[in-house]
């Protein structure tokens, strides 16, 4: 569901290791799927997407995994550079065949290490 | 194809002022949201526009906040009376149908004094 006011976790992760991103969705019926990247000051940005009849999506350097079951999506960043220190947020759109509104997950702010 | 543009980046008013925060869709895109996002925080959803008309104002204040999308022109997120509980940073993002992904400007940071 949305965030409400709860701080953000981090996850710290070593330069040129993988980084897996976890998120928990609310409305079953979301069969839109998006992961953002925000860096400090700036508007979220588009990364990858995924809809609810796939399970699975690859970009450039990075997996979205979708998991309906326990409607849960994960980022999986390969070999995490400097630059990808962000906050990363996942969202849902909860429309199929009208539109709607993106609702987004509470962010996680990756922290790369040396 | 330039962005989603909002202005002003940066938006300082006392208490009790107006504040108006513009967002100009990408080209071609007649679907707009506007989020809010405090400090270390998601962004919550106020509203979703499309051209002249309000689809979802669920996330908004019933008071002193509204918002337009006119046929011409900027979408305008209006605030009346602003306390300091409003300030923000304001985030616009723009979609072609709603059903794709949301494309977002840099957001009209608001500093209410």
């Known amino acids: 569901g949305e965030s409400v006011g709860l701080h953000l976790p981090t996850l710290s992760v070593q330069e040129g290791d993988n980084s897996i991103i976890n998120c928990a969705y609310s409305?079953?019926?979301?069969?839109?799927f998006i992961w953002y990247k925000q860096e400090s000051g700036k508007g979220p940005q588009f990364i990858i997407d995924?809809?609810?009849?796939?399970d699975k999506r690859q970009g450039q350097r990075v997996t979205v995994l979708l998991n309906k079951t326990v409607k849960h999506l994960s980022l999986q960043i390969a070999a995490t550079q400097p630059g990808d220190s962000a906050v990363y947020f996942c969202?849902?759109?909860?429309?199929?065949?009208?539109?709607?509104?993106?609702?987004f997950g509470s962010g996680t702010r990756l922290s790369i290490r040396p | 194809n330039a962005g989603v543009m909002q202005n002003p980046r940066h938006l300082v008013r006392r208490r009790g002022q107006e504040a108006r925060l513009r967002c100009s869709p990408m080209k071609g895109h007649s679907h707009v949201y506007w989020y809010r996002q405090l400090p270390e925080e998601g962004l919550k959803f106020m509203v979703y526009?499309?051209?002249?008309?309000?689809?979802?104002e669920s996330g908004m204040p019933k008071e002193r906040f509204s918002a337009e999308f006119p046929k011409e022109g900027p979408s305008i997120l209006r605030i009346q009376q602003v306390v300091r509980g409003d300030s923000a940073a304001y985030f616009c993002a723009s979609s072609p149908n709603g059903q794709l992904e949301a494309f977002f400007g840099q957001g009209t940071r608001l500093t209410v004094v």
């Open positions: 995924i809809r609810s009849n796939m």
């Open positions: 409305n079953s019926a979301s069969d839109y």
């Open positions: 526009l499309q051209k002249e008309n309000i689809i979802d």
């Open positions: 969202a849902e759109n909860p429309g199929t065949s009208s539109a709607s509104k993106i609702i």
